[in-house]
């Protein structure tokens, strides 16, 4: 008798590592890419801002002491753009009390330098995959009002722009109905009488891109013809911080 299961692959991570000194970065960011790993090193607190701001991040991988600022503190202050990303603390403050601190800041692991990096590699995969099966196991799609961010159910996310917030907030109050184009409009911040339509298909069909590229999956967006749009599938809206 043949038994199938179920396998969850984890993507490759988008990794972010956040590291001042030049050659320990050069050599994360090297060693991750050769593992199969989508690493960008970035030097400061500032630049890594900037850059989950702006792109795809599934790990951030954060030194403690950095040129402009606290790693600890700006895991606090940006807990928002930290909502459903895994955090591995590469410090070389090894103390019990660091460790400690860096647990209550909602950290998931904390490794003391200097990090072997074929074991900062496996953890990260590791990671991956448990961010991933977490993911999949609730099998739904997630919007993040506070993160403005989409989980797709095989746990990848994708950022939003001001637009496409309000286009699948509308969507996700409604379970599974068509929402019409003016209210869509209303939502947007938009006038119903004065705004171009091709604006608002233009957008969609950049959101189905942007979600088969960077998630690579479908996403479930359908066009009511001369009324509107809907979301054919479960959809939960979520306004949740990733600490406590």
């Not at 790693?71 to 019990?96: E, F, M, P």
């Not at 977490?134 to 159910?153: C, I």
């Not at 479930?220 to 959809?235: A, E, M, N, Q, S």
Request: charged share 25%.
């Amino acid at each position: 008798m043949s038994t199938n299961t179920l396998s969850v692959v984890a993507p490759s991570p988008r990794v972010l590592v956040v590291e001042d000194e030049s050659e320990i970065l050069e050599s994360m960011v090297t060693f991750m890419s050769l593992e199969g790993i989508q690493a960008t090193g970035v030097p400061t607190l500032a630049a890594a801002e900037s850059w989950i701001t702006n792109h795809g991040v599934d790990i951030v991988v954060l030194d403690l002491g950095l040129p402009d600022g606290d790693g600890l503190q700006w895991i606090d202050d940006h807990d928002y753009a930290l909502s459903g990303k895994g955090v591995i603390i590469c410090s070389a403050l090894g103390r019990t009390s660091d460790r400690i601190a860096g647990a209550r800041r909602g950290a998931d692991l904390y490794l003391v330098k200097p990090v072997a990096l074929e074991e900062l590699c496996l953890v990260i995969k590791n990671l991956m995959s448990r961010l991933s099966e977490k993911a999949t196991r609730s099998g739904e799609w997630v919007l993040n009002k506070l993160s403005w961010t989409l989980q797709a159910p095989n746990g990848t996310q994708v950022e939003l722009t001001r637009s496409e917030m309000a286009l699948l907030t509308a969507l996700a109050t409604t379970d599974g109905q068509a929402v019409s184009r003016d209210e869509i409009v209303r939502n947007i911040g938009q006038q119903p009488e004065t705004y171009d339509w091709r604006r608002m298909e233009i957008m969609a069909r950049r959101l189905r891109n942007k979600v088969s590229e960077a998630m690579g999956c479908e996403l479930p967006l359908k066009t009511v013809h001369r009324f509107g749009y809907t979301f054919v599938d479960h959809i939960t809206t979520v306004t949740e911080r990733r600490h406590s």
